[in-house]
């Protein structure tokens, strides 16, 4: 068997958001391949620097292509003798709260952002959560619930979205679930405009 020159392997950003597209990917089930164009526009890298990466690992047999339509498909070669290896290193590297974090800038609406840093093992392990993130304020839940499925390559998220009177109406009768997500080991608040950790600190008052 020939072996490959690891040095050549983890040398750009670029091969960096390849492999960790189509290594996670694989671990999600979707073995089909992506086209080129596409993964110029979801990793944010010039069509050309995807190109000669792609064509580089295929070299390499990581990858293997096909022609769909005459349009070249990419693909992860399943007889790649360390396949296993590096699936487990992005599995187990897989951060999606810095994703999270840039998705949830642009949404000014939003005046309670709680993501639990627990998502970081999403991938490799089930939460014990009663939520993941809690939402409090107005956002798109179609568009959150397809970015979910995006950032964690369809792993089910769960989530918990509410408006801004109905949060005030359950703390006012002590609701349990709300308390109970609010006072989650491992709670990483990215917006707060109520002082949640006063509302709590009041409640065990």
Known sequence: MKKIDLEKIFWSKCRKKIFEKFFLEYESGNTDGFYMRELSRELDEQINSIKRELDSLAAMWILKSKLITKKKVFYLNKNFYLLEEFKNIFV???????????????????????????????????SNNVVDILLIGEIDKIEFWEKLAKVFFDRKIKYATLSREDFYKRLEFNDKLILDILGQDGNLILKDNFWVDNILWKKQA
Do not use: G, V
Request: charged share 35%; no cysteine.
């Open 92 to 126: 187990k590297n897989f951060d999606p709260i810095p994703k999270l974090k840039d998705y949830f800038k642009s949404h000014k609406k939003l005046e309670l952002i709680m993501i639990n840093e627990s998502l970081q093992n999403r991938l490799i392990e089930w």
